[in-house]
């Protein structure tokens, strides 16, 4: 059992105690325009609002080392030459002491050597487009110490997928320009850009470097052996082409004792297009608006402020769900990490972790629509906002595009199209935006179909076509063609690809076959309901009812066709041939359909639902949570795609696909079975994991989207850490699901689902405005749900709480009995 760090709870930090974790372990700094990654290590970059289009500084993925680039420090000791990196990083040399604190939207990382203490705070200040480094340096000696810190940065020249592919012109192109200290990157702004990237120092520098070359000393040095900072002296570089750094020298002498405080700012400044020069047509950038921006974030007392200010804001976020419960991972998962992922996947989509590069995706349709599950309660009105984006991408047809571009918010097909699951989605996003907030004039909202001016029709008209999408494409078993592929992208039934250079995502589809989902099916039945309630509140009980009859006929088909004697089963291909039935070689049972089914209802009235999440715990249950399916796949099937391009045991081909094992959370606690929906949760809970760090690898604070499983050559070890629905659905399978604090439209509804040894939990729920503090007894030994509440005191017919005044308090206690 090896950890590397622990979690402080009070402070809502995770503390890494040692700098060679098993991967780069990483944080966020920003939540509105500028954003950065950064690792333990300090490695990691920044953008401005695009990962790929505006890349503030370079950094290459997957290196050797593996986390190279950032945002990092020197100290030399004037007096022995000594020098050595305060993060660790690059120079990697052995530190007295360590530790990095990663926080919600800050990371603070310290060290010492030699008496020499170093702790840097590292965040981007709320409504600004920069980031702050505090670097406080404390000499612990008996003596002076007379030492030189040197900063760097290397910039990217913007498009970062330029940047790593165009280096016959972009070795060419880079320019900086330096004034009083202050380095401004500004490739391409002497022709189409009108932005550029400052890093400033707020020290009176000894000199600085802006030439890559230079600063390492040649091009066979590297960032762990600068010559600047070998040999103690700045060379004061310009660069012309090549690699453009930003580096500052500043010289400190301490007493014993005595502690300096420097601060760096790396920022992203903009002048409108016609005034970019000063004067105008010398090709100097214009500095008047960012100089007073710069100014004040080097002073100390603005940036304790800017901090001071960020932490409320995340306090207020966290704030509006709150549990105490007798499990310390359930609690500071729900209370700290998991919101917090759950706001990271509402900004960055899938676009810029460790394992998403920030030059492939855009926002998924599919994915922001379930991301937003996690974070309605938090941004509500900012959910809206993204409600609204995502259906103008959709199709007249009710069709969606598969992402749009964050950038200029049109819908495209650069990841691939057709995948049926997706309309569904945004009609599930609706009803839970709807159910949180009472706002049901957002069906009103007039939104256009792939952005187009004229086209506009009610948010309501949207889902109604996203819902006709799925009636208008049904196969010969009466179950949803699946197109390219359902949520499940692996799962390429129409693919056929032979061809080794070619997307599964992307590639032309073979036309002609009857490939079926029964995942749709089933998500079409969850969907089909919560259209159907939507259409009662906006007074249209004729659309209710069509709704109904036809998720009923969906049902229908499943009970026919989707179930194969102990579970539903997953497809049919492009032939009509089963796919996830005991009858298949490889693949027999798939967790997704058992999940959505359940979800969806299906299963709940004859039993069958409960013999699914039987066979799931029987087939699919490792010590590391749910595979995906089983047996993996243990050769190609150009029938089904990529899931059997993967080796056993990885991503769709048997990982423990962290999405969906809440779904069986919420299917059990559907069909009673307490215990076992909190064990789904906590075996991936990633809390409940850090004792395993060495094997699990990625951060023990965030969901990673695949843990391997038990066909893999190391089963529990985790990839893909940090933008995943995974972070969504587990937030929403533990607090509305187990502990049961569950968002309808009539109000909110208490039904906990709690494992047996609980005695009960309190919790702390804003809803609609009002504040309420719930409070759930239950004796222990046995399981049950609510069987009296109290509403300040009031007795309640069932579980429902109405939605109190905005700004109200309510006291509610609910008891649990049964067996
Ligand atoms: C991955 C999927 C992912 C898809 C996105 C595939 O290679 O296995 O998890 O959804 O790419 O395009
Ligand atoms: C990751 C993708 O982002 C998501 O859209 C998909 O549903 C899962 N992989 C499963 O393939």
């Not at 799962?491 to 995942?519: C, I, K």
Request: with cysteine.
């Amino acid at each position: 059992m090896t950890r590397f760090g622990h979690f402080d709870d009070e402070a809502r930090e995770y503390v890494i105690s040692r700098p060679n974790t098993p991967l780069p372990w990483i944080n966020y700094l920003g939540s509105e325009e500028y954003f950065g990654i950064i690792s333990n290590t300090a490695g990691g970059y920044s953008f401005y609002r695009d990962a790929r289009l505006r890349r503030l500084t370079r950094y290459r993925y997957h290196n050797a080392p593996t986390d190279t680039g950032g945002r990092y420090l020197y100290l030399r000791d004037r007096a022995t030459g000594d020098y050595w990196s305060p993060s660790w990083a690059p120079i990697r040399t052995d530190l007295d002491d360590y530790r990095c604190r990663h926080g919600l939207g800050y990371t603070v990382i310290g060290s010492r050597r030699d008496g020499i203490e170093a702790e840097t705070l590292y965040f981007v200040p709320l409504g600004e487009t920069l980031e702050i480094w505090r670097a406080g340096i404390t000499n612990h000696r008996e003596e002076d110490a007379a030492l030189s810190l040197f900063s760097l940065v290397e910039f990217c020249l913007w498009d970062a997928w330029d940047d790593q592919t165009n280096y016959q012109r972009n070795l060419s192109t880079g320019e900086v320009e330096v004034v009083d200290g202050v380095v401004y990157h500004t490739t391409e702004y002497r022709e189409r850009r009108n932005h550029f990237a400052y890093f400033a120092c707020s020290e009176e520098v000894a000199g600085f470097d802006t030439q890559r070359e230079t600063f390492l000393g040649g091009p066979y040095r590297g960032w762990d052996r600068p010559v600047v900072v070998e040999r103690g002296r700045s060379d004061d570089s310009i660069a012309h082409g090549w690699a453009p750094i930003g580096s500052h020298q500043v010289e400190l002498t301490l007493a014993p004792g005595e502690t300096r405080e420097v601060v760096f700012v790396l920022g992203y400044g903009e002048n409108p297009p016609d005034s970019k020069f000063d004067p105008p047509g010398s090709g100097t950038i214009d500095k008047r608006r960012v100089a007073p921006v710069i100014e004040k974030y080097l002073r100390t007392n603005e940036v304790d402020d800017a901090l001071g200010r960020l932490r409320e804001h995340w306090s207020e976020l966290l704030g509006r769900v709150r549990v105490s419960t007798p499990s310390e991972h359930t609690d500071r998962m729900v209370n700290v990490w998991n919101a917090y992922q759950c706001m990271v996947t509402f900004n960055l989509a899938r676009s810029a972790s460790y394992f998403d590069t920030g030059v492939g995706r855009g926002m998924g349709f599919r994915d922001s629509s379930q991301d937003l599950l996690g974070f309605v309660h938090m941004v509500p009105e900012r959910a809206r906002g993204r409600i609204l984006d995502l259906a103008a991408t959709q199709l007249s047809t009710g069709g969606a595009y598969h992402q749009y571009q964050p950038l200029t918010k049109r819908g495209n097909d650069a990841i691939g199209s057709g995948f049926n699951d997706d309309p569904l989605w945004l009609i599930l996003a609706v009803a839970a935006y709807v159910k949180e907030t009472g706002d049901r004039g957002i069906l009103d909202e007039p939104v256009p179909y792939d952005n187009e001016q004229g086209s506009e029709t009610p948010l309501y008209e949207h889902l109604r076509r996203a819902l006709g999408y799925t009636l208008d494409r049904l196969g010969p078993h009466g179950l949803p063609l699946i197109g390219r592929a359902d949520w499940n992208d692996c799962l390429n039934l129409n693919a056929f690809l032979e061809d080794p250079g070619e997307s599964f995502q992307t590639a032309p589809q073979r036309e002609g076959g009857v490939a079926e989902s029964a995942f749709i099916a089933g998500q079409f039945a969850l969907a089909a309901e919560e259209l159907a309630r939507l259409a009662d509140l906006h007074g249209i009980p004729d659309d209710a009812e069509d709704d109904r009859a036809q998720r009923v006929r969906m049902i229908e088909a499943m009970r026919y066709h989707g179930w194969d004697g102990d579970w539903f089963r997953r497809a049919y291909d492009f032939f009509g041939d089963v796919v996830g039935s005991a009858e298949n070689d490889e693949g027999q049972i798939w967790i997704e359909p058992q999940g959505m089914c359940v979800m969806g209802g299906i299963g709940l009235d004859d039993g069958r639902a409960g013999i699914a999440l039987a066979s799931v715990e029987q087939r699919l249950a490792t010590p590391h949570g749910l595979v995906l399916l089983d047996p993996a796949f243990s050769r190609y099937h150009v029938e089904l795609g990529e899931i059997s391009s993967y080796p056993p045991g990885y991503k769709e081909n048997g990982g423990v696909f962290s999405h969906t094992n809440p779904w069986i959370a919420i299917a059990e606690t559907m069909v009673g079975n307490a215990d076992r929906a909190f064990e789904t949760y906590l075996r991936i809970n990633p809390s409940a994991r850090e004792e395993l760090s060495d094997v699990h690898r990625c951060e023990p604070y965030v969901y990673a989207q695949m843990i391997a499983g038990k066909a893999a050559a190391k089963p529990g070890e985790a990839k893909n850490s940090w933008l995943t629905g995974s972070a969504a659905w587990n937030f929403v399978a533990i607090t509305q699901w187990i502990l049961g604090i569950r968002p309808e439209h009539d109000g909110l509804r208490i039904d906990p689902c709690l494992p047996s040894e609980w005695e009960g939990f309190e919790a702390v729920r804003s809803f609609r405005g009002a504040t309420y503090r719930i409070d759930v007894r239950k004796p222990a030994g046995v399981t049950g749900r609510v069987s009296s509440l109290t509403v300040d005191g009031e007795e309640m017919d069932g579980n429902i709480v109405s939605p109190a005044p905005a700004g109200a308090v309510v006291a509610v206690e609910a008891s649990v009995s049964g067996p």
